[in-house]
């Protein structure tokens, strides 16, 4: 069972930065298509930002694009989300989310997420 610990969250002022890193047991994170979802209060779980195995492709919300940047270290095992410019409305729960395909089995794993609040 592969784990992914979420850590990086915590209260910002508006305009200001905070970096997430979610990092995965074993060594298997390379075969994993990774995400950051986040979940707002009384919202539904939404999609942040997607990365491919290697890094080379990306896909961001249009409410992120421009201020956030999703990467990947595939050496370190730990996928990044760099949230710069941050506003009220980015308040949430964040998750990392990882698909991936081996042996014809598919594995989807969430992480245990990290609150993110905006607030002056």
């Known amino acids: 069972q592969v784990q992914f610990v979420e850590s990086g969250g915590g209260l910002v002022q508006p305009g200001g930065s905070l970096k997430l890193s979610c990092t995965a047991s074993?060594?298997?994170?390379?075969?994993?298509?990774m995400a950051w979802y986040r979940q707002p209060p009384g919202k539904q779980r939404e999609l942040v930002a997607n990365?491919?195995?290697?890094?080379?492709?990306?896909k961001y919300a249009d409410s992120v694009k421009g201020r956030f940047t999703i990467s990947r270290d595939n050496a370190k095992s730990t996928l990044y989300l760099q949230m710069d410019d941050l506003k009220p409305e980015d308040t949430a729960v964040y998750y990392c989310?990882?698909?991936?395909?081996?042996?014809?089995?598919?594995?989807?794993?969430w992480g245990q997420g990290t609150q993110v609040t905006v607030s002056s």
């Open positions: 989310h990882a698909d991936g395909t081996e042996f014809g089995a598919d594995y989807i794993y």
């Open positions: 074993g060594n298997k994170f390379r075969i994993y298509t």
């Open positions: 990365i491919t195995t290697g890094g080379a492709t990306t």
